[in-house]
């Protein structure tokens, strides 16, 4: 079945050059195969409580003191 993306993908490949085309196609592929498969939240909820208070500190100090800092000199 065509969806309105598909048709829009094909009329942009026929005014490609065939190399071009080629690299769409394994793009395409590349997307295909790359698909994350997650697991529903409530599968997760076991797991809730179970990083000790002391380590969620240290992460929730780390953040703070590493990553809410801009550093204009780094690009």
Excluded at 58 to 68: A, N, Q, V, Y
Aim: glycine share 6%; net charge negative.
């Amino acid at each position: 079945m065509d969806t309105p993306i598909t048709l829009r993908l094909i009329e942009e490949l026929k005014v490609m050059p065939e190399d071009l085309q080629y690299r769409v196609l394994e793009f395409a592929r590349t997307l295909v195969g790359s698909q994350i498969h997650g697991v529903p939240g409530r599968q997760l909820l076991n797991f809730a409580g179970t990083i000790p208070p002391n380590d969620i500190q240290l992460m929730h100090e780390e953040i703070e003191d590493g990553c809410e800092q801009v550093d204009l000199d780094e690009w």
